[in-house]
Every structure is written in C-alpha cells, then in structure tokens.
C-alpha cells in the first residue's frame, strides 16, 4: 500500500507541474487552499481527479469532487487514503 506521505507528494507534484509551473514547491502547504483560494478552477479539478483516478486507479465520484474533498492538499490525501 502506498503510503500518505507519498500520496501527498504525488499529488503537490502534479498541482506544481500542471497549475503553479514555476512557483516555490514551499509554498504550496498541506493546508494552501486550491479551490476557494482560485489555484483549481472547475476544469483544473476535474484534470486532477482524472490524474487520481489514472494514478491511483480509483474511482471518484461527482459527489467527491467538492471543496469539501479537493480544497486542500490534506484533504485530497485523505480522499485518495480512504478508496485504497
């Protein structure tokens, strides 16, 4: 099972890769806001749900994908943890 560390770092590489290209890895926490903090709009979540989805082979849902569930790095963790 992969663990919650790599997880997460997965998933900060792919958000620095795709929507901060450039920015400070550091600045982007456990607990930086990418949905109510305008990083994700609509489209740029459902590509990170895609790349979760492909990367972890798991299934979100439409009702998973708010902010509830995507808003920060911890969160999406969690999300992913629960459905391996």
Known sequence: M???D???NTIKNFI????????DPNLLEDS????TGGI???LATLR???FLQDQFGLE????EMTTDHMDTLTAITD???SKL
Do not use: M
């Open 2 to 4: 992969t663990s919650q």
């Open 6 to 8: 790599n997880i997460k």
């Open 16 to 23: 620095l890769a795709e929507f901060l290209p450039g920015e």
């Open 32 to 35: 930086t806001q990418l949905v």
């Open 40 to 42: 994700l709009d609509s």
């Open 48 to 50: 990170l749900v895609s």
């Open 60 to 63: 979100i849902e439409p009702y």
């Open 79 to 81: 999300l992913v943890q």
